[in-house]
T-cell receptor, first 113, second 114 residues
């Protein structure tokens, strides 16, 4: 069963505008959430994370929002740049035990110049 | 700065052959993970090591799969008697310790079983 879901397989945004990528999870034991970016023929690159004790974390152009009651998180990229075009994966883990990551299926972001 | 490295990057093998992949994690990282990614899916957890101890294995890791991390540094993943369903990208990741530490991924080894 897919415990982390990204329901939008693709998203296109104009350069300079905001990109919003969404992610939902089902397991209430998850308490750490991450976003990774992936280019073709490369491994996922860590982008930003958030602990369940927070509802927002910001790093430059990237902000992650967490709504625990809705089991929903989102990644905002503003302003979007052509170099942001990639597949974005949402991931979640539990802070105890293996801490292995549960990934969504990814959203392909295309930023149009 | 040396990130996580994996070798080989690509492997084509015939069904029934054995293959072995290697992962060199970031040097100060204690934890090492193996994941598998198939087309259209996100990476799926296979197993992880804390130093040299293999502490957890996913049900995805059948008896034909074995992983080692003999000295707590590099790791190998061996698949015996490969099947076409084993074709995937095999990703290695490392992290300093456990909860709250992000995992850093290598470029992956793409396995094609013909």
């Amino acid at each position: 069963d897919q415990q982390v879901k990204q329901n939008s397989p693709s998203l296109s945004v104009q350069e300079g505008r905001i990109s919003i990528l969404n992610c939902d999870y089902t397991n209430s034991m998850f308490d750490y959430f991450l976003w990774y970016k992936k280019y073709p023929a490369e491994g996922p690159t860590f982008l930003i994370s958030i602990s369940s004790i927070k509802d927002k974390n910001e790093d430059g152009r990237f902000t992650v929002f967490l709504n625990k009651s809705a089991k929903h998180l989102s990644l905002h990229i503003v302003p979007s740049q052509p170099g942001d075009s990639a597949v974005y994966f949402c991931a979640a883990s539990k802070k105890t035990g293996a801490n292995n990551l549960f990934f969504g299926t990814g959203t392909r972001l295309t930023v149009i110049p | 700065d040396t990130g996580v490295s994996q070798n080989p990057r690509h492997k084509i093998t015939k069904r029934g052959q054995n293959v072995t992949f290697r992962c060199d994690p970031i040097s100060e990282h204690n934890r090492l993970y193996w994941y598998r990614q198939t087309l259209g899916q996100g990476p799926e957890f296979l197993t992880y090591f804390q130093n040299e101890a293999q502490l957890e294995k996913s049900r995805l890791l059948s008896d034909r799969f074995s992983a080692e991390r003999p000295k707590g540094s590099f790791s190998t993943l061996e698949i015996q008697r490969t099947e076409q369903g084993d074709s995937a990208m095999y990703l290695c990741a490392s992290s300093r310790s456990g909860g709250g530490d992000e995992q850093y991924f290598g470029p992956g080894t793409r396995l094609t079983v013909t």
